[in-house]
C-alpha cells in the first residue's frame, strides 16, 4: 500500500499533465512539455501548496505528535520531562501527563480542533479524525500474464492493498503561478499515479475559503520567556536531518529544547528523464513537532512563521509549518 494521501510528487505530475494537454502537448508525441512547466528537475512557473485532505466539506489539518489515547480514558497530551542523560546527551524527553500510559494517536484535525492544539489544550474528540474514519484498506490478489500465450505465468502470484477513501474524502492542492490563459474549467478526470488510475477533479478559482485559513497563534510570554512549538502541516526537506532531530529546522528563533517526531520517511521515485531509480532522500512526516524557548522580543519574528514554508523544495509546498505554545507540565 503506498502512501496517503499520495505525496506531492506525485500529485504535481498529474496536474503538470493536466496543464500541458491544454496547451496541445502529448506524453507520446515529440513536443517538449511546455517551458511555463519546467523539468524533471523544477516546476517551472508554478508553486503548489499541501497537499491537504477535506472531508464532509471541511479541511483536516495533520495532528500534531503531541497526543496520546488509552482506551476508556480521555486524550493526554505531552509535556516535557527533567533534563535526562542519553545517547543524545543531557536533554528533556517528552512524557504524558501525570506518568500516564497510552498510544500515540496519529490523524487529522478539523481547524477547530487545531486551533485547541496549538493553545496547549487537548483537541475535542469530535474535531480528530483517525485513517479509519478516512479510507479503508482494499486486498487484491494479481497474476503475472503471457500476453503471446494468454496464460499466467508460473510463480507469479501478488498481493497488494489498495486504498479505499470515503465518497466524502477529498485530496487538495492549492496551485499558484498558472499563465492567466491557462487556467482549466469544470470537472474532468486525471490519470493519477503509477497504476494509472482515473481520478476525478474539480477547479475552485480564488484563494482558500475563510473556512480554511489557518487559526491563529496563541502565544503569551511568561515574563521574558516565550515557550512555542512548531509542528509540520506538510512533509518536511532538510538538507541536515540529524541535525534538525535535534535543533529543529533551520532558521527557527529560539533554542530547540525537545521534539517529538514519528519515524523519518525514507522516499524515492522514478526518474522519467534518465530511467531510473531517483536517490531516497529523508522527508520528515507531517505533525512532527518541536519545542523551543525563546525571548519575549523575538514574539512577532515568530508568528511571522506560521504557515511558512520551511526547508528544501518549497515550490513543492514541503515544510509548512504551525506555530503553536506549550507550557510546563505536571511533574
Not at 487484491?140 to 510463480?155: L, P
Amino acid at each position: 500500500m503506498g502512501r496517503f494521501p499520495p505525496l506531492m510528487s506525485t500529485l504535481q505530475g498529474a496536474i503538470r499533465t493536466t496543464l500541458a494537454r491544454k496547451q496541445g502537448w502529448s506524453p507520446h508525441g515529440k513536443e517538449e512539455l511546455p517551458a511555463a512547466l519546467g523539468s524533471s528537475k523544477d516546476l517551472g512557473v508554478l508553486r503548489l501548496r499541501g497537499p491537504y485532505l477535506r472531508y464532509r466539506g471541511e479541511r483536516l489539518y495533520p495532528a500534531p505528535h503531541l497526543f496520546f489515547s488509552k482506551k476508556g480514558e480521555p486524550l493526554a497530551r505531552l509535556v516535557l520531562g527533567e533534563e535526562v542523560e542519553c545517547d543524545m546527551g543531557l536533554v528533556r524527553l517528552p512524557k504524558l501527563e501525570k506518568n500516564r500510559l497510552g498510544k500515540r494517536l496519529s490523524g487529522w484535525l478539523i481547524a477547530a480542533g487545531l486551533e485547541a492544539a496549538l493553545a496547549g489544550g487537548i483537541p475535542p474528540t469530535e474535531t480528530f479524525f483517525q485513517a479509519g474514519d478516512l479510507w479503508e484498506p482494499e486486498h487484491r490478489v494479481g497474476i503475472g500474464w503471457n500476453w503471446e500465450t494468454r496464460t499466467a505465468k508460473e510463480g507469479q502470484l501478488y498481493g497488494a492493498i489498495h486504498t479505499r477513501p470515503k465518497s466524502e474524502l477529498q485530496i487538495e492542492v492549492e496551485v499558484d503561478g498558472i499563465p492567466e490563459d491557462w487556467h482549466p474549467e469544470g470537472a474532468f478526470g486525471v490519470s493519477l499515479g503509477g497504476e494509472g488510475r482515473i481520478a476525478q477533479v474539480t477547479i475552485t478559482e480564488g484563494s482558500s475559503e475563510p473556512r480554511d485559513r489557518l487559526p491563529s497563534p496563541s502565544l503569551t510570554p511568561e515574563g521574558d520567556l516565550l515557550r512555542f512549538t512548531v509542528s509540520l502541516l506538510t512533509p518536511g526537506s532538510y538538507p541536515k536531518p540529524c541535525q534538525v532531530i535535534r535543533e529543529g529546522p533551520a532558521k527557527i528563533p529560539g533554542r530547540c529544547v525537545s521534539a517529538s517526531i514519528d519515524k523519518v520517511w525514507q522516499v524515492g521515485g522514478w526518474d522519467l528523464e534518465k530511467r531510473r531509480p531517483r536517490p531516497l532522500t529523508s522527508l520528515f512526516p507531517p505533525g512532527s513537532t518541536w519545542f523551543y524557548e525563546a525571548k519575549r522580543e523575538e514574539l512577532d519574528q515568530i508568528k511571522e512563521l506560521h504557515g511558512k514554508l520551511t526547508g528544501n523544495q518549497q515550490a513543492y509546498g514541503m515544510g509548512e509549518v504551525v506555530i503553536g505554545t506549550w507550557q510546563e507540565g505536571t511533574k
